[in-house]
């Protein structure tokens, strides 16, 4: 009999200890209102546009952000700068093989490899992979994360990419016709 209720207070200790620890949550994110927002540069001024998310999560474990994964519809890129023929022409060329190539790869990727805390409540440091055209490469940015939303700003170099169109890093006497690799991406994500 003692056995048998060592065992049993043995159980629901257990269940009581699973019962009260939070797991892991995997949330996924608004794609109708969650937004990129971006800037690229060339030697005689920028443009600037949208672009949307196909899909993507955030996952949590205790209120604490540990990873996420965010495919992006590279297809919906579009200028905001711009309009009429204007907008229409530098929207089908970043859309063209030269930049973005949409109609081989419609979407991009963003996987949370690392994800640690700088220190303030929802405030993190992100290591991440991110897949352009069939090319992957670590990024690294910080990230806003609470109440439903979260917010980052991250920097991109094109040519790590293979979008050698217009770059001074591939071409020599462009001039200023040279569009510079670095261009940025301010996320939007509620979720």
């Known amino acids: 009999m003692k056995s048998f209720l060592f065992s049993l207070s043995i159980l629901l200790f257990s269940v009581a200890s699973f019962a009260t620890g939070i797991e892991p949550s995997k949330k996924s994110i608004n794609v109708a209102t969650s937004k990129i927002i971006w ?4 030697v005689t001024g920028s443009h600037d546009g949208t672009v949307s998310f196909k899909s993507g999560s955030l996952t949590f474990d205790n209120n604490k952000l540990t990873g996420g994964e965010l495919v992006v519809d590279v297809k919906s890129l579009a200028v905001t700068d711009l309009s009429g023929g204007g907008k229409d022409k530098l929207e089908g060329h970043l859309k063209s093989p030269d930049f973005f190539g949409v109609d081989t790869h419609p979407t991009a990727a963003i996987k949370f490899v690392k994800v640690t805390s700088r220190g303030k409540e929802g405030e993190y440091r992100v290591t991440a992979n991110i897949t352009i055209k069939n090319i992957t490469k670590e990024i ?6 609470a109440n439903g939303t979260g917010t980052a700003a991250i920097k991109i170099d094109r040519s790590d990419f293979d979008i050698r169109y217009g770059s001074g890093s591939f071409f020599d006497s462009l001039g200023d ?9 301010n996320v939007a994500i509620n979720f």
Request: proline share 0%; charged share 40%.
């Open 39 to 42: 800037k690229g540069y060339k």
């Open 140 to 145: 690294k940015f910080d990230a806003n994360v």
């Open 177 to 185: 016709k040279t569009i510079y690799d670095e261009f940025d991406l």
